[in-house]
């Protein structure tokens, strides 16, 4: 499968609106199909915007009645393995993937209006024609029964798409056209979100200052979890990095060998540093996460 090679450049465009009658992508109604057909509305679609007699630029549009805080042409993360980094590495190249987005984060948009179109990508008519493109778009916004969700689409179309391409309707129902639209609301499957990108890379270099480039992703990996998680308390990122650091010293001391014993330890650190009982139902799913991460940089440091 191909990807996308050209320079990303934002683009915005007010004022978007939906017509029903835009043809999708490789799909042709039959007129009588369209009698009395109730058409539904999309929360979110694609919407081609031509250039010129070659190009077509791709939007995506929130066709909703709330500001998206942001938009990610891109798939985010939820830690570090996915991102193919390795703890115990301290090479330039292993750095750039602890960080995520250092690839993607100047395609992120911060607060797209209601109606508003922002542009995702381009492709060309005689360059792409025959090329699988693909395009995977993250946007937080409530599901069905849901506070808080990031909606997944993964669009994979032969040649990119032609004029109108939804997302999701907004009964939260899949478009049959789609390649895969998901809700994610539950916390291990949440990734981490685009905005605190920056606050992520201070916290960081800051670490790297006062531990060296090893220690300082293992606390930053281990803050990860503690972020996704919710432990302790629904606080800014940066927040949470003095537990980080507490947990990754008495996971050098004590050594755990299961998940039971990781979630001691958290505990013993958040007592410690707030009132007893403060982090109360800690997710074993995280203590597993922790674990593992524990486990890996014990084998890091053994290869050295």
């Known amino acids: 499968m191909t990807t996308l090679t050209y320079q990303f450049e934002q683009k915005r465009i007010d004022n978007f609106k939906w017509s029903s009658g835009s043809k999708l992508s490789g799909i042709t109604a039959l007129a009588n199909d369209e009698k009395d057909r109730v058409r539904k509305q999309p929360l979110f679609y694609l919407e081609t915007v031509s250039v010129n007699n070659y190009e077509d630029d791709i939007y995506f549009v929130n066709n909703t009645n709330e500001t998206l805080r942001w938009v990610a042409p891109f798939k985010p993360y939820r830690n570090i393995n996915e991102a193919r980094a390795k703890l115990g ?86 478009p049959s056209h789609i390649a895969s639209c998901d809700c994610l609301f539950e916390r291990v499957d949440m990734p981490i979100e685009v905005s605190i990108y920056e606050e992520r890379c201070v916290m960081l270099e800051r670490l790297i200052g006062s531990f060296g480039v090893s220690n300082a992703i293992f606390i930053l990996a281990i803050n990860d979890v503690l972020y996704r998680y919710g432990v302790g308390w629904n606080a800014p990122y940066s927040e949470s990095d003095i537990q980080a650091q ?59």
């Open 89 to 174: 590495d301290t090479s330039d190249e292993n750095l750039r993937k602890v960080k995520f987005y250092s690839d993607d984060i100047h395609s992120v948009y911060q607060d797209v209006l209601p109606k508003q179109g922002v542009r995702i990508g381009n492709t060309h008519i005689m360059y792409d024609s025959d090329a699988m493109m693909q395009w995977f778009i993250h946007v937080p916004y409530n599901g069905p029964d849901t506070h808080y969700a990031i909606w997944q689409f993964n669009v994979v179309e032969k040649g990119g798409i032609r004029e109108t391409y939804p997302l999701l309707w907004e009964d939260f129902s899949k």
């Open 246 to 304: 507490d947990i990754a010293m008495k996971l050098t001391e004590q050594n755990p060998e299961n998940a039971g014993a990781v979630k001691a330890i958290i505990q013993s650190v958040y007592d410690f540093w707030f009132d007893e009982g403060f982090a109360k139902n800690i997710s074993m799913l995280a203590c597993k996460e922790l674990l593992s991460l524990y486990q890996a940089q014990v084998a890091s440091q053994k290869q050295v």
